[in-house]
């Protein structure tokens, strides 16, 4: 399956954006999707993921609250609606594809390119 992410940009602390991963290849339903994100300097962390049908979803804690993972299987695009953006937020945001929810939290099967978020002070 490849996956095309986009929606990043340049947003003001407090701001929103929504990130969106559309993918092709494959039947989309099939896979398990999930964000993740790299801070410059830091390792590459998971931020969200959600099950093939959109029935389970899992965060991590830094973002509880604050961004919402969806999904769409008719349009075969994974969504994450992010609100009260932090500076600490910055960094590139990319989309990944996995069998099953638990496994694409930890070893996704396909990575999308990454988006730019950058959250201004």
Do not use: H
Not at 54 to 75: A, E, L, P
Not at 77 to 99: F, H, N, R, W
């Amino acid at each position: 399956v490849q996956l095309q992410a986009s929606g990043g940009g340049l947003v003001q602390a407090g701001g929103s954006l929504r990130l969106s991963c559309a993918a092709s290849g494959r039947t989309f339903s099939s896979y398990a999707m999930a964000w993740f994100r790299q801070a410059p300097g830091k390792e590459r962390e998971f931020v969200a993921g959600i099950s093939r049908q959109g029935i389970s979803k899992t965060y991590v804690d830094s973002v509880k609250g604050r961004f919402t993972i969806f999904r769409d299987n008719s349009k075969s695009t994974v969504y994450l609606q992010m609100i009260s953006l932090k500076p600490e937020d910055t960094a590139v945001y990319y989309c990944a594809a996995g069998p099953n929810i638990a496994g694409v939290t930890s070893t996704p099967d396909y990575w999308g390119q990454g988006t730019q978020v950058t959250v201004s002070s």
